[in-house]
C-alpha cells in the first residue's frame, strides 16, 4: 500500500511529542474523487485510524460490512491509487507522463479560475492549491441582499441561482459551508475542460457586471 497520503498526518503526531503522538487520535480520510484519479467523476475511498481503540475500529467495520458493496472501477481505480505503477514497470512512463500532463492542466486551469474571478468587480478570490475547489468571495451590494431577502432567499443562494439562470453555470452558495455573518461566497470546481474555461469565465464576468450594474447604487460599491 502506498503510504504517502498518511505521511503528513502522521508526521503532525509526531511532532506533537510524547504523550500527544501516543493518545491523539486521528483518522485520516483520502479518496479517488478527490484527486486527480478520478477528477469527481470516480469514487472510491478509505481511511485510516491511528490511536483509536480496538473496540471502536471493531463497530465501525461492522457498519462499513453491511453497506453495499463498492462498484468495481471504483474499487480498481483505488487500487491504483494506492499502489500506483512503479519504475519499471510497462505502464510507468506512461503513467507519469498522463499523471504530469493532467495536474499541469489542473494548475493552469487554476489559474484561469482565479484570474478570472479577481478581474470581476466586487469578487477577490485565493488561489486555488491541493483542491479542485474555488472560493470566491462576493460582496454583494445592500440592494441585492435586500432582494434576497424579499424573494425569501440568502443573497448568496439568490447570486448563484440569477446565474445559474443567466448562464447555466451551477455553483454551491457559501452558506451551504458556513461563514462569517455578512460574508457571501460561492463554491466552484476547476474541472470543466481546460479549452473551456475562457468562455465560462467570460460569461461569468458578464454576468457578475450585470448583476452588480443592477444592484449597486448610483455611487458605485467599491471592492473590499
Not at 159 to 181: D, H, M, N, R
Not at 207 to 216: A, G, I, L, S, V
Amino acid at each position: 500500500q502506498d503510504e504517502r497520503p498518511f505521511i503528513s498526518a502522521r508526521k503532525v503526531l509526531l511532532d506533537m511529542g510524547l504523550p500527544m503522538r501516543k493518545e491523539l487520535q486521528l483518522v485520516s480520510f483520502h479518496t479517488v474523487s478527490k484527486g486527480y484519479w478520478g477528477e469527481c467523476g470516480q469514487r472510491g475511498g478509505y481511511f485510516e485510524m491511528t490511536n483509536v481503540p480496538s473496540e471502536s475500529v471493531d463497530e465501525i467495520y461492522k457498519i462499513a460490512s453491511i453497506s453495499l458493496s463498492p462498484n468495481v472501477p471504483g474499487q480498481i481505480f483505488l487500487g491504483l491509487m494506492v499502489n500506483p505503477p512503479k519504475p519499471g514497470d510497462i505502464s510507468y512512463h506512461k503513467f507519469e507522463q498522463e499523471s504530469k500532463g493532467i495536474l499541469e492542466s489542473l494548475r493552469r486551469r487554476a489559474r484561469m479560475m482565479t484570474d478570472g474571478f479577481n478581474s470581476c468587480r466586487n469578487i477577490v478570490c485565493n488561489f486555488t492549491e491541493g483542491a479542485m475547489y474555488s472560493f470566491p468571495q462576493i460582496r454583494l451590494p445592500p440592494k441585492a441582499i435586500e432582494a434576497a431577502k424579499k424573494a425569501g432567499k440568502h443573497p448568496d443562494v439568490f447570486y448563484c441561482l440569477k446565474l445559474l439562470e443567466a448562464t447555466g453555470i451551477s455553483t454551491v452558495p457559501g452558506s451551504g459551508f458556513g461563514q462569517k455573518e455578512g460574508v457571501f461566497h460561492l463554491r466552484t470546481t476547476i474541472l470543466p475542460a481546460e479549452e473551456d474555461m475562457p468562455a465560462i469565465m467570460e460569461s461569468f464576468k458578464k454576468f457578475n457586471d450585470e448583476f452588480m450594474e443592477q444592484y449597486e447604487d448610483s455611487q458605485g460599491y467599491s471592492r473590499m
